[in-house]
């Protein structure tokens, strides 16, 4: 089925230095959204992006993360800077319509050290 | 309120018996439910969903049940293998905002 493909898909990286998480969401999908998913722990909700736009960020989405998807391209989750409690696996995700049918990308693995 | 409680969080059962796992809300005004399955490393991948205009739906080995007046739904396997062994999510949502709220999920081991 369609795909949505996350790059990288392990990150380590200094504290304090920036990282952007890039994802690829489903060609014909609307929506998007970051979830953040500690080993082992529920999923939890970070921001979703429709057109252009942040519909709805989370206490989880702190001033240093920020979002965008430059004409249609990759849908970005940037940090800047780094700390240490940000070391998760990131799940993008796309969907058509408003809650239908969520596709899920593989995460990127962040680690901060 | 925005909670999705789950229970249990571990589940062992024998391969061939059925597994059953409970998820309940707090706002009655969610109306969409979907369960994945995540494997280790792996993404979750819906397995099944219900909306709140139904109570009960079936596919493949797996019902989902829907209890709007006591804000409680339901997965339920039956005749598990040692393949449904993974961690469970249920989720709910509503029209009006645009995110999943999320259980805490179920570790479901298949014995065999």
């Known amino acids: 089925g369609p795909k949505v493909l996350q790059i990288p898909s392990h990150q380590i990286i200094d504290m304090g230095q920036m990282v952007t998480l890039n994802c690829d969401p489903v060609?014909?999908?609307?929506?998007f959204y970051w979830y953040k998913q500690i080993l082992g722990q529920q999923m939890e909700f970070l921001v979703n992006f429709y057109n252009g736009k942040v519909m709805e960020k989370s206490k989880l989405f702190k001033d240093q993360f920020s979002v965008e998807r430059p004409d249609g391209s990759y849908f970005t989750l940037k940090i800047q800077p780094t700390a240490l409690e940000d070391s998760a696996v990131y799940f993008c995700?796309?969907?058509?319509?408003?809650?239908?049918?969520?596709?899920f990308g593989s995460g990127t693995r962040l680690l901060v050290i | 309120g925005e909670q999705v409680e789950q229970l249990p969080s571990i589940l062992r059962v024998q391969e061939g018996s059925s597994a059953s796992i409970n998820c309940t809300y707090e706002n009655s005004a969610s109306n969409y439910f979907p369960w994945y399955k995540q494997e280790p490393g792996e993404n979750p991948k819906l397995i099944i969903d219900?909306?709140?205009n139904m109570e009960r739906k079936q596919t493949q080995g797996l019902i989902v049940l829907l209890d709007k007046k006591a804000k409680r739904f339901s997965l339920h396997i039956t005749d598990t293998q040692p393949g449904d062994s993974a961690m469970y999510f249920c989720?709910?949502?509503?029209?009006?905002?645009?995110?999943?709220?999320w259980g805490s999920g179920t570790k479901l081991i298949i014995k065999p």
């Open positions: 989720a709910g949502t509503m029209d009006s905002n645009y995110q999943l709220i």
């Open positions: 060609s014909n999908h609307l929506y």
């Open positions: 995700a796309s969907s058509l319509g408003q809650n239908s049918d969520y596709t």
């Open positions: 219900i909306r709140s």
